[in-house]
């Protein structure tokens, strides 16, 4: 075996790939091989390391060196001189936004320092694609120790004490779930894990399955063996080629191991692992919805009990656990309960992954330890807001999530405080706004997506958040009354309180929080007909200014609807029932006469 | 047996284990309203989507409001089934729900026996604020097939179509497409019901709520007919029409009202009046025959013969055989049922008999059965175009005729049917129920095997109302078995044990509506009281024991059309004028994926 | 490659596999551990410092010693070549010159095991990049 003195670690995630890391990986073995270096420095491409904004990330180790925003044309400059001439490429380092020093080590960088790796762990660190170098990291350890060990209640007694809990959104106890599972007797059991990951702008299932796919294989097979099914099932999306190859590699690799299939490790447990496609939907992410999908039926919820764990797939005792749960199984038994519940808040353990988007200067893929604040997440790991704007929203939970303002900000994120917020955890996506953003608009945002992906089964979700969503509309386009507001308050607790399933109850989260929230901002929209923010067309008006206006006629004359009359050499007015807010006024005046209100 | 004990609006009550609240609470007398909910005790009828959410109510310690539909009773619960908080939130959702249906209530066929309409009348709904500007409604095409008319805007989403269709009747016609606010129940890629393998049981009808799912209406085209001084109108009445017709006009479940549904025919002004229970005995005396013969074949060492036999009186049965097990489509009787018997013996020997031609006859039938509609336009059952029966209309669609006619249904004198078709025995009248044909046509064939008469007319093993049932009949020394089923579900149990290889029987029954005939789509509706179906069940038997004549072939006016014009069962004129065949319908469907 | 039959198995393979991951093991916690700088530039290859490296990496391993090497370009010290630097876990960097295979095993038994100073340490006067 080759002794390599460098590593060179490529992002080989879907963003990163998306930006053309594959041709840095092939840029960097062609120049190695051309100057000779190929036994001397090995090439690996990782999942995601998260820092999504500035990719594609380069690593260079030992020397610890963090390339961002890498060029398959920069290759050739950090051969020759970082790796031949010890010389790191500045030019390719990340700058600090408030300083702009150059920082080389990823842990010196504030997205990095304030994050906690634990579901991540693996990810933009080993090449996925091999099996070794998973088991060099501990990989199996945990499998082998609980078979070896040979005592499945007292594995789910330490998931118990660990305190973790589901990471889908619901922040079900996972070691509860498996002891509710591991009693019930029949022929056949199944694991399985939910990668129907779809939250919009949500990667991190992806990324743990795309950067450490063993982990979750590793995972599922303790899962099966605590609850004694030797099937596993994933339920994958279609649209994560990646990951499904990833996850098919591994899969094939563990089988050849002998670490999935008949009598793993001598233990006389068989366990295998099969991939199933789902289309995309929403809705199928809600576990009885997931089973239905599965079997080959249309993908909607049903009324439990029965509880999967009792009646799941094929009518079979079944458990359905996340991605990102699982991806903390191994650690958990490796490391201890103690350890893992000595990370996070009294009653959320460990860690969550995070996907930052929105205003912020950091967009990526991030995991800290439960009890952060939403401040060190969105000014320390996040650096602020984009372009030094004013932050003004930060929306969780996915669609159906709540916006909480600047005063939940030092709130601790775990399960309890952000449902008493307002809001939920979710599977951890987080949108941050800023002073532009309408909050009636938001909300609408949201509620399109719930309205296209509901599944249609329950009325108040069908039909209610098409309603919620109509009259969210009428109020940006200037024509909400107050008893629209009393309408859309009354309607969005209904519907939470009387929906089938998790998706219709949190849908009018967005609408319930803004309206808490920003109530004033709806009042404005509804009794001045003002869009504070200034982001909804319809309550825009275009207003001359009668003392700057010289009457040369350019507004009128290009106005396509022939809303602005006047004289030549008069003061023009603007028709503002006939004005369609085309700003063509706005751009032809030369005097600056023409003003937004 | 387990129980707990609960509080529902503060009364004490203690109920078994797994009961809903729902059932709970109807035990002490609250009616909380409920609209995607249906269930037929004892027929197998379960829809249980908790999808509606009108019956929602308030369980203490629970974050939502619960669905007491579905939800089981707790030791210790507290349920509050009409606080101030579930009154509001059943009002709106039921405005939400009006809010996408149209509110055409005055021309729509289900006014006045629709469960959405009595909800809006329950609640007082008098204005919906989610009617109106920016509110949008659902826009769906109007479907007309032979049999049903779906009118997808009024679809509730209540699923019970879906239920029937595919857990009844195995059938895989219907299900509920798209996603969110378009979410609908329609056939698969939404083709025409024609191109499904739809087989018009028209279950999905009988359940419907509202007004999504009708039958195709033909009583304007018999109106017309009656009126038309050129046209001779023969009308025909199925066994299960009498003992559910009086239901309409408010009499008891289980009334047989035979002698004034004559009545009221002959006050409509029809020419004759006729009973399909005449052509029922004449199906038995070709599938009697039949089944005789394959037997009488396979006994003396032939083993090719196709057994068992299998009835062929249920025209949806036929529809399902065609689609689902076409390789199977040698074992049913080739017998055609007794409405296209009655139809081809009207308008061949009758029409003779009372020198008409053809085209100058209008020959009706009155069927518990949607169907029935589907069968008259089959192209096997014409004759130069011409059906050998016009139109067939259902129970529901004549109480309308007589109710427009101004006739006093319930103060009618008794009248009898027309002769010579309308002579009929005990065992036609069984046809209405399940098991009914198989007996009528055990009671012959015993009779004709043995030359001895039947010790005992009624047999009890062959009634009942379970799924599938079965029973040996000792045919004197010889052991025939029987099957029979009902609920097309039933039906396909017993076709894959063919299948296999595994099926004792010599002879099966099969009816593809719960029940049988007396439950058919184009019954009375009731609504799911499944006492209603069982009060028609004890009036067919009751209307066997009061006929005079009990079998079939004992049937003088049967004789005397063997004697004068058939010749003998099965014989040359038979096959020319009694007997089908049946084609391979295995759906293909073209889909058009470009679109 | 072999089935994993046991954890014994399991944990063997692990043990072999676990240096292939060392260079980035160690370089994710490196103020933890020993880091040694190698100057690479055309005077070090010159000079020797490329076998040097080598050698000294193969030592470090014979010994147990957990150190994270790397490459750096030429620190000024052209006159001394080969040149390292050998930084302890808190502690200021040492630059040693005229290193060759001996004075390699020196450094690493002498000063790195036992804190003992060794001779050819040259006062440093020049900032790394990352400073």
């Known amino acids: 075996m080759a002794k390599y003195k460098m590593h060179v670690l490529i992002c080989g995630g879907t963003g990163c790939k998306s930006s053309n890391s594959s041709d840095i990986v092939e840029n960097f073995q062609k120049i190695l091989a051309e100057k000779n270096l190929q036994d001397e420095v090995q090439v690996i ?113 330490l998931i118990k004490k660990s305190g973790l809990r589901g990471r889908g959104g619901a922040g079900f106890p996972t070691g509860m779930k498996w002891s509710l599972c591991r009693p019930n007797k029949a022929d056949q059991k199944y694991m399985i894990c939910n990668a129907d990951e779809g939250d919009p702008g949500a990667f991190m299932d992806r990324s743990i399955l795309e950067g450490d796919p063993h982990s979750i294989i590793e995972a599922m097979a303790i899962g099966g063996f605590c609850i004694d099914a030797t099937k596993g099932l994933v339920y994958i999306r279609a649209e994560y080629p990646l990951a499904i190859h990833r996850l098919q590699v591994a899969i094939e690799q563990a089988r050849e191991y002998g670490l999935l299939g008949k009598d793993i490790m001598g233990s006389g447990f068989d366990f295998d692992i099969e991939l199933r496609y789902g289309a995309g939907a929403f809705v199928c992410g809600e576990e009885t919805a997931l089973i239905h999908s599965m079997e080959g039926k249309r993908g909607e919820p049903t009324f439990k009990p029965p509880f999967p764990a009792v009646e799941g797939y ?66 320390e790991i996040g650096g602020g807001i984009k372009g030094g704007k004013k932050f003004k929203a930060v929306q969780t939970g996915g669609p159906s999530g709540g916006c909480l303002t600047e005063k939940f900000l030092d709130t601790p994120i775990d399960y309890e405080n952000l449902v008493a917020a307002g809001s939920m955890m979710g599977s951890g996506g987080m949108i941050v706004m800023d002073e532009t953003s309408c909050m009636v608009s938001v909300a609408k945002f949201y509620l399109d997506f719930t309205v296209e992906e509901s599944c249609g089964k329950c009325s108040p979700c069908r039909i209610g958040n098409k309603r919620l969503c109509e009259i969210l509309d009428k109020i940006t386009k200037g024509n909400g009354t107050m008893q629209d507001l009393d309408e859309l308050k009354n309607l969005a607790k209904v519907i939470k309180d009387t929906a089938l399933c998790g998706l219709g109850q949190t849908s009018p989260n967005p609408v319930l929080s803004t309206i808490d929230n920003f109530w004033d901002e709806y009042v404005a929209h509804v009794v001045d007909k003002k869009c504070p923010a200034g982001q909804c067309k319809a ?28 004289t030549v050499k008069n003061p023009h007015e603007i028709d503002q029932s006939a004005c369609i807010k085309c700003g063509t006024c706005y751009e032809k005046c030369k005097f600056n006469a023409i003003s937004i209100k | 047996m387990d129980t707990v004990k609960l509080t529902i609006d503060n009364r004490a009550i203690e109920v078994p284990k797994g009961t809903t609240i729902l059932k709970a609470a109807q035990s002490i007398g609250i009616d909380i309203p409920t609209l995607c909910h249906f269930e037929l005790d004892g027929l197998d009828v379960h829809n249980r989507p908790g999808g509606c959410r009108i019956c929602v109510v308030e369980v203490e310690k629970r974050r939502n409001l619960a669905p007491a539909c579905v939800t089981e009773c707790m030791e210790g619960m507290l349920v509050r089934t009409n606080s101030i908080r579930v009154i509001n939130a059943r009002k709106t959702v039921l405005e939400l729900i009006l809010s996408d249906h149209p509110a055409d209530c005055l021309q729509c066929a289900k006014s006045g026996n629709c469960e959405l309409q009595d909800l809006a009348i329950r609640f007082g709904i008098r204005e919906n604020p989610f009617i109106g500007a920016g509110h949008e409604m659902s826009q769906y095409q109007v479907e007309v097939s032979p049999s049903i008319i779906r009118d997808m805007n009024k679809c509730v989403m209540c699923r019970r179509c879906e239920t029937m269709c595919n857990e009844m009747q195995t059938v895989g ?56 001084p050129n046209k001779k109108t023969v009308v025909q009445v199925a066994p299960a029409v009498r003992v559910a017709l009086g239901e309409e006009f408010g009499m008891e479940p289980g009334s047989i009202v035979t002698g004034k549904l004559t009545a009221a025919l002959k006050a409509l002004g029809f020419d004759y009046v006729f009973d399909t229970d005449w052509s029922a005995d004449l199906t038995i005396m070709e599938e009697g025959t039949e089944l005789i013969g394959r037997l009488t074949k396979y006994l003396g060492g032939d083993k090719s013969v196709p057994l068992p036999i299998l009835t062929s009186c249920c025209p949806a049965w036929v529809n399902f055989f065609e689609h689902q097990f076409p390789e199977m489509k040698n074992l049913p009787s080739t017998a055609k049922s007794p409405q296209q018997m009655f139809g081809a013996i009207a308008k061949s020997y009758f029409a003779e008999k009372i020198n008409c031609k053809r085209e100058d006859m209008v020959c009706v039938s009155v069927m518990p059965c949607l169907a029935k509609k589907y069968e008259c336009s089959r192209d096997e059952f014409k004759v130069n175009g011409n059906p050998d029966v016009d139109y067939s209309i259902s129970t ?14 319930a103060s009618l004198p008794d009248e009898k049917f027309d002769s010579p078709l309308g002579e009929s025995t005990g065992a036609a009248v069984i046809f209405g129920a399940t098991g009914g044909v198989i007996e009528a046509a055990v009671r012959t064939a015993y009779e004709v095997i043995t030359k001895k008469p039947l010790p005992k007319i009624d047999f009890e093993e062959l009634r009942g109302l379970e799924g599938v049932r079965s029973a040996t009949i000792d045919v004197d020394g010889l052991k025939l078995n029987i099957g029979i089923a009902h609920g097309l579900h039933n039906a396909r149990k017993l076709l894959e044990d063919i299948k296999a290889g595994k099926c004792q029987f010599h002879a099966i029954e099969i009816m593809a509506c719960p029940g049988g005939c007396i439950d058919g789509a184009g019954q009375p509706l009731h609504h799911g009281n499944s006492d209603i179906v069982k009060a028609r069940w004890e009036a067919i038997y009751r209307a066997d024991r009061e006929m005079p004549i009990r079998k079939s072939h004992e049937n003088p006016s049967i004789q005397a059309i063997y004697k004068e014009f058939l010749g003998e069962p099965c014989g040359h004129k038979s096959h020319e004028l009694l007997h089908t065949h049946y084609f391979d319908k295995q759906t293909t469907v073209e889909v058009d994926l470009g679109k | 490659m072999s089935k994993v039959k046991s954890l014994a198995d399991l944990k063997a393979m692990r043990e072999k596999l676990q240096s292939t991951l060392d260079v980035r093991e160690k370089a994710e916690n490196p103020e933890s551990i020993v880091q040694i700088k190698v100057a690479m530039a055309t005077c070090g290859i010159a000079a020797g410092a490329k076998q040097v490296m080598e050698h000294m990496m193969a030592k470090a391993e014979e010994l147990k010693i957990a150190a994270v090497f790397t490459q750096t370009g030429c620190m000024g010290y052209c006159h001394a070549e080969p040149t390292l630097e050998v930084r302890m876990p808190g502690k200021d960097p040492i630059v040693f010159g005229h290193v060759d295979n001996n004075k390699a095993d020196e450094i690493l038994t002498k000063y790195v095991m036992n804190g003992e100073l060794v001779e050819g340490i040259i006062p440093v006067n020049y900032e790394t990049i990352d400073k």
């Not at chain 1, 009294?346 to 952060?372: C, D, H, R, W, Y």
């Not at chain 1, 207003?543 to 602005?564: F, H, L």
């Not at chain 2, 529901?396 to 249904?409: C, H, V």
Request: proline content about 6%; glycine content about 8%.
């Open chain 1, 45 to 157: 491409k990782t999942g995601c390391f998260g820092f999504c904004e500035k990719g594609p990330i380069v690593k260079i180790m030992p020397d610890n060196t963090f390339y961002t925003q890498v060029k398959p044309e920069d290759v050739r400059n950090i051969v020759e001189e970082h790796i031949i001439k010890g010389r790191k490429v500045p030019g390719l380092l990340y700058v600090n936004p408030e300083n702009k020093e150059h920082v080389s080590d990823s842990k010196h960088m504030g997205f990095y320092k304030k994050q906690l790796r634990i579901a991540l762990r693996n990810c933009g660190f080993i090449n996925p694609e091999n099996i070794e170098e998973y088991i060099a990291r501990d990989g199996y350890q945990a499998l082998a120790s609980v078979l070896e060990q040979n005592d499945p209640e007292a594995t789910i007694e």
């Open chain 1, 314 to 379: 094929l009518g079979k005792p079944s458990n359905v656990n996340n991605v990102e749960t699982l991806a903390n199984i191994p650690v958990i038994i490796n490391k201890g309960w103690e350890w893992f519940s000595s990370i996070g808040t009294e009653k959320s353990k460990g860690t969550k992954v995070f996907a930052l988007a929105g205003q912020i200067n950091n967009v990526g893929l991030i995991e800290v330890p439960m009890g952060t604040t939403l401040r060190e997440v969105i000014y």
């Open chain 1, 539 to 566: 309550l825009k008006q275009y207003v001359i200014d009668p003392e700057k206006c010289k009457g040369c006629t350019a507004c009128a004359r290009n106005c396509p609807v022939n809303a602005i009359h006047g």
């Open chain 2, 173 to 228: 016609a219907l299900s509920a497409i798209e996603r969110g606010f378009p979410a609908v129940v329609s056939t698969a890629f939404n083709q025409h019901l024609e191109l499904s393998p739809c087989t018009f049981c028209g279950q999905c009808v009988a359940v419907c709520p509202v007004g999504a799912l009708t039958e195709v209406d033909h009583t304007p085209k018999i109106i017309r007919a009656i009126a038309d």
């Open chain 2, 396 to 409: 529901r669609e004549l109480a309308r005729l007589i109710k427009m006619a101004n006739i006093d249904f």
